[in-house]
Protein backbone atom coordinates (compact mmCIF):
# COMPACT_ATOMS: atom_id res chain seq x y z
CA UNK A 1 0.00 0.00 0.00
CA UNK A 2 1.14 3.57 -0.29
CA UNK A 3 3.45 5.07 2.08
CA UNK A 4 5.10 2.05 3.21
CA UNK A 5 1.61 1.22 5.16
CA UNK A 6 -0.01 -2.62 5.15
CA UNK A 7 -3.17 -3.78 5.46
CA UNK A 8 -3.12 -6.30 9.23
CA UNK A 9 -5.36 -7.13 12.02
CA UNK A 10 -4.11 -4.94 14.96
CA UNK A 11 -2.59 -7.72 17.14
CA UNK A 12 -0.42 -8.80 14.03
CA UNK A 13 0.82 -4.95 13.92
CA UNK A 14 1.57 -4.76 17.46
CA UNK A 15 3.80 -8.03 17.52
CA UNK A 16 5.41 -6.76 14.18
CA UNK A 17 6.23 -3.80 16.46
CA UNK A 18 7.40 -5.36 19.47
CA UNK A 19 9.78 -7.52 17.91
CA UNK A 20 11.46 -4.31 16.00
CA UNK A 21 11.39 -2.85 19.22
CA UNK A 22 13.75 -6.09 19.71
CA UNK A 23 13.04 -7.15 23.81
CA UNK A 24 15.16 -9.66 25.17
CA UNK A 25 12.59 -11.75 27.32
CA UNK A 26 9.04 -11.33 26.70
CA UNK A 27 6.65 -13.90 28.32
CA UNK A 28 2.48 -13.91 28.54
CA UNK A 29 -0.56 -16.15 29.12
CA UNK A 30 -3.29 -16.50 26.28
CA UNK A 31 -6.47 -14.94 26.91
CA UNK A 32 -9.08 -13.71 24.78
CA UNK A 33 -9.13 -11.34 23.17
CA UNK A 34 -5.31 -10.56 23.57
CA UNK A 35 -4.29 -14.41 22.05
CA UNK A 36 -3.10 -13.43 18.94
CA UNK A 37 -0.38 -10.92 20.36
CA UNK A 38 1.28 -13.38 21.97
CA UNK A 39 0.76 -16.45 18.97
CA UNK A 40 2.49 -13.83 16.65
CA UNK A 41 5.26 -13.37 18.71
CA UNK A 42 5.67 -16.74 19.63
CA UNK A 43 5.94 -17.81 15.71
CA UNK A 44 8.27 -14.65 15.02
CA UNK A 45 10.83 -16.19 17.43
CA UNK A 46 9.75 -19.94 16.56
CA UNK A 47 10.42 -19.38 13.04
CA UNK A 48 14.17 -17.66 14.31
CA UNK A 49 12.98 -13.81 12.63
CA UNK A 50 13.36 -12.64 16.32
CA UNK A 51 15.98 -13.34 18.75
CA UNK A 52 14.03 -12.74 22.01
CA UNK A 53 13.69 -15.46 24.60
CA UNK A 54 10.04 -16.48 24.64
CA UNK A 55 9.47 -17.49 28.32
CA UNK A 56 6.14 -19.69 28.46
CA UNK A 57 3.92 -18.93 31.69
CA UNK A 58 1.10 -21.04 33.21
CA UNK A 59 -0.85 -18.25 34.11
CA UNK A 60 -0.99 -14.61 33.99
CA UNK A 61 0.57 -14.10 37.46
CA UNK A 62 3.34 -16.22 36.50
CA UNK A 63 3.70 -14.41 33.37
CA UNK A 64 4.01 -10.72 35.01
CA UNK A 65 6.90 -12.35 37.38
CA UNK A 66 8.94 -13.59 34.51
CA UNK A 67 9.02 -10.74 33.14
CA UNK A 68 9.23 -8.70 36.39
CA UNK A 69 12.39 -10.86 36.94
CA UNK A 70 13.87 -10.39 33.75
CA UNK A 71 13.45 -6.77 33.99
CA UNK A 72 14.85 -6.53 37.10
CA UNK A 73 17.85 -8.06 36.23
CA UNK A 74 18.48 -5.62 33.40
CA UNK A 75 16.73 -6.66 30.11
CA UNK A 76 14.05 -5.26 27.91
CA UNK A 77 10.70 -6.98 28.40
CA UNK A 78 7.49 -6.80 27.17
CA UNK A 79 3.97 -8.74 27.90
CA UNK A 80 0.43 -8.93 27.08
CA UNK A 81 -2.82 -9.35 28.96
CA UNK A 82 -6.99 -8.61 29.07
CA UNK A 83 -9.53 -8.74 31.70
CA UNK A 84 -9.30 -11.58 33.90
CA UNK A 85 -5.85 -11.95 32.85
CA UNK A 86 -4.93 -8.81 34.19
CA UNK A 87 -6.88 -8.83 37.30
CA UNK A 88 -4.61 -12.29 38.19
CA UNK A 89 -1.51 -10.30 37.98
CA UNK A 90 -2.92 -7.14 39.91
CA UNK A 91 -0.31 -8.15 42.77
CA UNK A 92 2.59 -8.25 40.35
CA UNK A 93 1.41 -5.36 38.67
CA UNK A 94 1.42 -3.13 41.96
CA UNK A 95 5.10 -5.07 42.47
CA UNK A 96 6.34 -3.98 39.20
CA UNK A 97 5.52 -0.32 39.98
CA UNK A 98 6.83 -0.23 43.23
CA UNK A 99 10.22 -1.99 42.56
CA UNK A 100 10.62 1.25 39.61
CA UNK A 101 10.95 -1.25 36.72
CA UNK A 102 10.25 0.06 33.22
CA UNK A 103 8.29 -2.85 32.08
CA UNK A 104 6.10 -2.35 29.00
CA UNK A 105 2.63 -4.35 28.69
CA UNK A 106 -0.53 -4.13 26.37
CA UNK A 107 -3.70 -4.94 27.56
CA UNK A 108 -6.48 -5.99 24.96
CA UNK A 109 -9.29 -3.91 26.92
CA UNK A 110 -12.00 -6.55 28.01
CA UNK A 111 -14.87 -6.56 30.27
CA UNK A 112 -14.71 -8.28 33.22
CA UNK A 113 -17.11 -11.20 34.75
CA UNK A 114 -19.41 -12.04 36.28
CA UNK A 115 -21.69 -12.74 34.43
CA UNK A 116 -18.90 -13.95 32.00
CA UNK A 117 -18.00 -12.14 28.93
CA UNK A 118 -14.84 -12.11 26.27
CA UNK A 119 -15.97 -8.77 24.50
CA UNK A 120 -14.90 -4.97 25.03
CA UNK A 121 -15.11 -2.33 27.64
CA UNK A 122 -12.43 -0.58 29.93
CA UNK A 123 -13.50 -1.98 33.44
CA UNK A 124 -10.16 -4.42 33.49
CA UNK A 125 -7.63 -1.27 33.33
CA UNK A 126 -9.80 0.75 35.83
CA UNK A 127 -9.26 -1.63 38.64
CA UNK A 128 -5.66 -0.96 38.36
CA UNK A 129 -5.56 2.34 37.16
CA UNK A 130 -3.65 3.94 40.16
CA UNK A 131 -1.10 1.20 40.53
CA UNK A 132 1.69 3.00 39.20
CA UNK A 133 1.81 2.71 35.21
CA UNK A 134 1.77 4.94 33.04
CA UNK A 135 -1.58 4.45 30.68
CA UNK A 136 -1.86 5.06 26.79
CA UNK A 137 -5.05 4.89 25.10
CA UNK A 138 -5.28 4.04 21.51
CA UNK A 139 -7.81 4.87 19.17
CA UNK A 140 -6.50 2.96 16.07
CA UNK A 141 -3.66 0.42 14.81
CA UNK A 142 -0.90 3.75 14.16
CA UNK A 143 -1.92 5.35 17.52
CA UNK A 144 -1.24 2.02 18.98
CA UNK A 145 1.40 1.01 17.53
CA UNK A 146 3.16 4.54 17.67
CA UNK A 147 1.84 4.44 21.67
CA UNK A 148 3.82 1.00 22.25
CA UNK A 149 7.69 2.75 20.55
CA UNK A 150 6.74 6.09 23.03
CA UNK A 151 5.89 4.00 25.85
CA UNK A 152 9.34 1.79 25.86
CA UNK A 153 10.59 5.28 25.35
CA UNK A 154 9.01 7.24 28.34
CA UNK A 155 9.35 4.19 30.74
CA UNK A 156 13.15 3.15 30.67
CA UNK A 157 14.00 6.76 31.40
CA UNK A 158 12.18 7.27 34.26
CA UNK A 159 12.11 3.74 35.51
CA UNK A 160 8.35 3.46 35.42
CA UNK A 161 6.24 1.10 34.01
CA UNK A 162 4.02 1.85 30.96
CA UNK A 163 1.04 0.11 29.62
CA UNK A 164 -0.91 0.33 26.14
CA UNK A 165 -4.48 -0.18 26.07
CA UNK A 166 -6.37 -1.27 23.18
CA UNK A 167 -10.02 -1.95 22.81
CA UNK A 168 -10.38 -6.15 22.27
CA UNK A 169 -11.68 -7.05 19.03
CA UNK A 170 -12.14 -3.85 18.11
CA UNK A 171 -8.39 -3.33 17.26
CA UNK A 172 -7.02 -6.51 18.17
CA UNK A 173 -8.80 -7.89 15.22
CA UNK A 174 -9.99 -5.04 13.19
CA UNK A 175 -7.81 -5.30 9.87
CA UNK A 176 -6.58 -1.30 9.10
CA UNK A 177 -3.68 0.54 6.75
CA UNK A 178 -0.89 1.08 9.19
CA UNK A 179 2.83 1.69 8.49
CA UNK A 180 4.94 -0.58 10.81
CA UNK A 181 8.52 0.98 11.52
CA UNK A 182 11.45 -0.59 10.68
CA UNK A 183 14.17 -1.59 13.48
CA UNK A 184 16.60 0.52 12.52
CA UNK A 185 14.20 3.64 12.67
CA UNK A 186 13.31 2.67 15.94
CA UNK A 187 17.08 2.31 17.55
CA UNK A 188 17.37 5.95 16.35
CA UNK A 189 14.37 7.29 18.51
CA UNK A 190 14.58 3.93 21.25
CA UNK A 191 18.34 3.22 21.91
CA UNK A 192 19.18 0.51 23.99
CA UNK A 193 17.47 0.51 27.65
CA UNK A 194 19.75 2.73 30.28
CA UNK A 195 20.69 0.56 33.02
CA UNK A 196 22.48 2.07 36.46
CA UNK A 197 23.95 -1.27 37.60
CA UNK A 198 23.31 -0.20 41.41
CA UNK A 199 19.31 -0.29 40.28
CA UNK A 200 19.47 -4.27 38.17
CA UNK A 201 19.96 -7.44 40.16
CA UNK A 202 23.90 -9.09 39.39
CA UNK A 203 25.47 -11.73 41.37
CA UNK A 204 28.83 -9.91 40.54
CA UNK A 205 27.52 -6.52 41.80
CA UNK A 206 24.87 -7.73 45.00
CA UNK A 207 21.93 -5.40 45.54
CA UNK A 208 18.62 -5.02 47.80
CA UNK A 209 15.14 -5.13 45.16
CA UNK A 210 12.16 -4.55 46.66
CA UNK A 211 13.43 -5.06 50.28
CA UNK A 212 11.32 -3.88 53.46
CA UNK A 213 10.28 -0.40 53.89
CA UNK A 214 8.72 0.37 57.19
CA UNK A 215 6.44 3.49 58.18
CA UNK A 216 9.42 5.95 58.13
CA UNK A 217 10.82 5.28 54.54
CA UNK A 218 7.48 3.60 52.92
CA UNK A 219 5.27 6.87 52.96
CA UNK A 220 8.05 9.20 51.05
CA UNK A 221 8.87 5.33 48.69
CA UNK A 222 5.14 6.46 47.44
CA UNK A 223 5.11 9.67 47.46
CA UNK A 224 8.29 9.66 45.03
CA UNK A 225 6.96 7.81 42.54
CA UNK A 226 3.53 9.73 42.29
CA UNK A 227 5.95 12.43 41.79
CA UNK A 228 7.53 11.11 39.38
CA UNK A 229 4.63 9.70 37.58
CA UNK A 230 3.34 13.00 37.69
CA UNK A 231 6.65 14.61 35.94
CA UNK A 232 6.90 12.49 32.78
CA UNK A 233 3.88 14.53 31.63
CA UNK A 234 6.19 17.34 30.23
CA UNK A 235 8.34 14.46 28.60
CA UNK A 236 5.72 12.74 26.80
CA UNK A 237 4.82 16.13 25.13
CA UNK A 238 8.56 16.84 24.37
CA UNK A 239 9.11 12.63 23.10
CA UNK A 240 6.19 12.95 21.12
CA UNK A 241 7.19 15.72 18.93
CA UNK A 242 10.69 13.89 18.61
CA UNK A 243 8.50 10.87 17.59
CA UNK A 244 6.33 12.85 14.79
CA UNK A 245 9.76 14.22 13.28
CA UNK A 246 11.92 10.75 13.05
CA UNK A 247 8.67 8.56 12.14
CA UNK A 248 7.68 11.50 9.65
CA UNK A 249 4.03 11.82 10.89
CA UNK A 250 1.97 14.10 8.91
CA UNK A 251 0.65 17.32 10.97
CA UNK A 252 -2.27 16.60 12.72
CA UNK A 253 -5.41 18.37 11.54
CA UNK A 254 -6.59 18.23 14.88
CA UNK A 255 -6.65 21.67 17.16
CA UNK A 256 -4.28 20.51 19.75
CA UNK A 257 -2.11 17.34 19.15
CA UNK A 258 0.38 15.85 21.58
CA UNK A 259 1.36 12.55 23.46
CA UNK A 260 -1.23 13.84 26.17
CA UNK A 261 -4.41 14.55 24.43
CA UNK A 262 -6.03 15.46 21.04
CA UNK A 263 -8.86 18.16 20.64
CA UNK A 264 -11.12 18.47 17.31
CA UNK A 265 -13.63 20.80 16.60
CA UNK A 266 -14.19 24.70 16.79
CA UNK A 267 -12.18 26.94 18.86
CA UNK A 268 -15.23 28.03 20.89
CA UNK A 269 -17.23 25.07 21.02
CA UNK A 270 -21.02 24.69 22.20
CA UNK A 271 -19.88 21.26 23.94
CA UNK A 272 -17.43 18.76 23.95
CA UNK A 273 -17.30 15.39 24.43
CA UNK A 274 -14.30 13.44 26.07
CA UNK A 275 -13.35 9.84 25.76
CA UNK A 276 -10.92 6.97 25.48
CA UNK A 277 -9.98 4.68 22.80
CA UNK A 278 -11.40 3.45 19.83
CA UNK A 279 -14.70 4.96 20.27
CA UNK A 280 -13.06 8.39 19.28
CA UNK A 281 -13.39 7.37 15.76
CA UNK A 282 -16.95 6.64 15.80
CA UNK A 283 -17.54 10.22 17.39
CA UNK A 284 -15.33 12.16 14.98
CA UNK A 285 -18.14 10.86 11.98
CA UNK A 286 -20.72 11.13 13.84
CA UNK A 287 -19.40 14.69 14.46
CA UNK A 288 -18.58 15.97 10.57
CA UNK A 289 -22.92 16.23 10.21
CA UNK A 290 -23.52 20.27 9.74
CA UNK A 291 -25.97 20.01 13.01
CA UNK A 292 -23.00 19.35 15.19
CA UNK A 293 -20.50 22.02 14.12
CA UNK A 294 -20.69 23.78 17.67
CA UNK A 295 -19.43 19.91 18.89
CA UNK A 296 -15.73 19.19 19.29
CA UNK A 297 -14.10 16.15 20.38
CA UNK A 298 -11.09 15.80 22.93
CA UNK A 299 -9.22 12.54 23.08
CA UNK A 300 -7.50 11.35 26.43
CA UNK A 301 -4.31 9.49 24.98
CA UNK A 302 -2.86 9.28 28.18
CA UNK A 303 -5.21 8.16 31.47
CA UNK A 304 -1.70 7.98 33.58
CA UNK A 305 -0.25 10.51 34.34
CA UNK A 306 -3.84 12.51 34.40
CA UNK A 307 -3.64 16.14 32.32
CA UNK A 308 -5.38 17.84 34.40
CA UNK A 309 -4.37 21.36 33.87
CA UNK A 310 -4.35 20.44 29.44
CA UNK A 311 -7.73 19.10 29.99
CA UNK A 312 -9.18 21.95 32.03
CA UNK A 313 -7.61 24.86 29.33
CA UNK A 314 -9.42 23.23 26.43
CA UNK A 315 -12.75 22.59 28.06
CA UNK A 316 -12.62 25.91 29.69
CA UNK A 317 -14.45 26.96 26.36
CA UNK A 318 -17.41 24.52 26.26
CA UNK A 319 -20.74 25.58 28.20
CA UNK A 320 -21.51 21.68 28.55
CA UNK A 321 -18.98 18.63 28.64
CA UNK A 322 -20.11 15.22 28.02
CA UNK A 323 -17.84 12.62 29.14
CA UNK A 324 -18.36 9.37 27.66
CA UNK A 325 -17.12 6.23 29.23
CA UNK A 326 -17.15 2.09 29.05
CA UNK A 327 -16.52 1.91 32.19
CA UNK A 328 -18.87 2.00 35.29
CA UNK A 329 -17.79 3.96 38.87
CA UNK A 330 -20.37 1.02 40.64
CA UNK A 331 -21.75 3.04 43.35
CA UNK A 332 -19.89 6.44 42.08
CA UNK A 333 -19.34 8.06 39.07
CA UNK A 334 -17.09 6.68 35.94
CA UNK A 335 -13.12 7.18 36.70
CA UNK A 336 -12.69 8.72 33.73
CA UNK A 337 -15.77 11.71 34.88
CA UNK A 338 -13.87 12.12 37.94
CA UNK A 339 -10.56 12.99 36.36
CA UNK A 340 -12.74 15.98 34.55
CA UNK A 341 -14.60 16.92 37.22
CA UNK A 342 -11.11 16.98 39.32
CA UNK A 343 -9.87 19.29 36.44
CA UNK A 344 -13.14 21.89 35.94
CA UNK A 345 -13.48 21.99 39.76
CA UNK A 346 -14.80 25.61 40.52
CA UNK A 347 -15.80 26.27 36.83
CA UNK A 348 -19.54 26.81 35.82
CA UNK A 349 -19.63 23.99 33.28
CA UNK A 350 -22.19 21.52 32.67
CA UNK A 351 -20.35 17.94 32.94
CA UNK A 352 -22.35 14.57 32.45
CA UNK A 353 -21.31 10.83 32.82
CA UNK A 354 -22.60 9.09 30.25
CA UNK A 355 -21.45 5.10 30.65
CA UNK A 356 -22.23 2.94 26.81
CA UNK A 357 -20.64 0.12 25.27
CA UNK A 358 -20.46 -2.43 28.11
CA UNK A 359 -19.19 -5.98 27.79
CA UNK A 360 -19.19 -5.16 23.75
CA UNK A 361 -22.24 -3.25 23.50
CA UNK A 362 -22.20 -1.41 20.23
CA UNK A 363 -21.71 2.32 20.54
CA UNK A 364 -23.42 3.48 17.22
CA UNK A 365 -24.22 6.99 15.75
CA UNK A 366 -27.38 7.01 17.09
CA UNK A 367 -25.99 6.80 20.88
CA UNK A 368 -23.65 9.74 20.07
CA UNK A 369 -26.30 11.94 19.12
CA UNK A 370 -28.72 10.59 21.73
CA UNK A 371 -25.84 11.66 24.16
CA UNK A 372 -25.35 15.37 22.72
CA UNK A 373 -29.15 15.55 23.19
CA UNK A 374 -28.97 15.06 26.58
CA UNK A 375 -25.98 16.73 28.12
CA UNK A 376 -27.54 20.21 28.85
CA UNK A 377 -29.12 19.65 32.26
CA UNK A 378 -27.25 18.54 34.68
CA UNK A 379 -27.57 15.60 36.18
CA UNK A 380 -26.65 13.86 39.66
CA UNK A 381 -26.03 10.46 38.85
CA UNK A 382 -24.22 8.49 35.26
CA UNK A 383 -26.40 7.95 32.50
CA UNK A 384 -26.49 4.57 30.71
CA UNK A 385 -26.76 4.42 27.48
CA UNK A 386 -27.65 0.72 26.27
CA UNK A 387 -29.75 1.91 23.25
Wanted: charged share 20%; net charge positive.
Amino acid sequence: MKNNKQLLEGSHAIALTIANIQPEVVSAYPITPQTHIVEDLAALHASGKSSFEYVRAESEFSAASIVMGASAAGARVYSATSGQGLLLMNEVVYCIAGLRLPVVMTDANRAISAPINIWNDQSDIMTIRDAGWLQFFAENHQEAVDQHILAYKIAEKHRLPAMVNVDGFILTHLFEPVSIPSASLIKKFLPKRPINKDEILDPKNPNTLGDFYGPEYYFEARQKLHEDLLATSKDINSEYKIFQKIFDRKKSEALIDNGLLEYCGPKKPQTIIVALGSVVGTIKETLKEKEYKNVGILKIKCFRPFPHQEVAEILKNAKQVAVLEKASGNGSFSPLYLEISAALQGQKIVINNFVAGLGGRDISRAIIKKMIGLVSAKNNKPIFLGK
